[in-house]
């Protein structure tokens, strides 16, 4: 079954625990780029890189949080952020013990980070 989007919402808000600034800081290092699946596209950025940019742009565009300052391609984006953040935590405990892991390092690429938790 589908979330509804206010679920999504409130989902994405506690799961991204991140600030823009944090997570703009972090994609920008060199540790950023090394985990995830790379795009189709050729251009060697991971799945994970592009949907961190994805979300700085989503939480830049509405710093209140609020439920409608969103669009539904925000939401949709919050969706897979959500489900990639939630699927991970539960499987993956190393993200949590070991931030040199490729988990932590991934999740951290969906704006969770594992060490603030």
Known sequence: ???DNDTVIKEFNELVNMTP???????QGEA??????SKDDGSGESIG???GRQIIQILRKNPSKSPDGYEQADIDHMRKVVAYNKRHLAQEATAKKNPDSKSYKSLKNWGHDAAKT
């Open 49 to 51: 890189h592009d949907s």
């Open 21 to 27: 600034e944090e997570l703009e800081s972090w994609l």
């Open 1 to 3: 079954m589908v979330k």
């Open 32 to 37: 950023s780029q090394e985990s995830g699946w």
